[in-house]
């Protein structure tokens, strides 16, 4: 079984920064692939990026490309999100999500790949 919880939200002025994480307190962590996905008042979710099993391949949204950071320590059975360059339509809620679709594909962007889901994690950033 799956249990993640996010932390690591908050209110940050535009241009700021923000860490993401995301914990499960099961044992099959490492046997997922991760992803992270937002979704603002009125909007459907949408994704944000994924990191396979091993780490070794990410994929992101074009929304994001160059400003955030995936990154997984299967270690510690946790999955971060390293935001920067943040800028008002950023805020969200931010819900980490783990996937047994295809592990080893970082293009899976649906969210119907994926099985378990966090409760989510304010983001918000003024102008």
């Known amino acids: 079984q799956v249990q993640l919880v996010e932390s690591g939200g908050g209110l940050v002025q535009a241009g700021g920064a923000l860490r993401l994480s995301c914990a499960d307190s099961?044992?099959?962590?490492?046997?997922?692939?991760l992803g992270w996905f937002r979704q603002a008042p009125g909007k459907q979710r949408e994704f944000v990026a994924r990191?396979?099993?091993?780490?070794?391949?990410?994929y992101y949204a074009d929304s994001v490309k160059g400003r955030f950071t995936i990154s997984r320590d299967n270690a510690k059975n946790t999955v971060y999100l390293q935001m920067g360059s943040l800028k008002p339509e950023d805020t969200a809620v931010y819900y980490c999500?783990?996937?047994?679709?295809?592990?080893?594909?970082?293009?899976?962007?649906?969210?119907?790949?994926?099985?378990?889901w966090g409760q989510g994690t304010q983001v918000t950033v003024s102008s």
């Open positions: 990191i396979t099993v091993s780490g070794g391949s990410k």
């Open positions: 999500a783990a996937s047994r679709f295809d592990p080893t594909m970082p293009m899976v962007t649906w969210t119907s790949a994926y099985a378990y």
């Open positions: 099961g044992r099959t962590f490492r046997s997922y692939a």
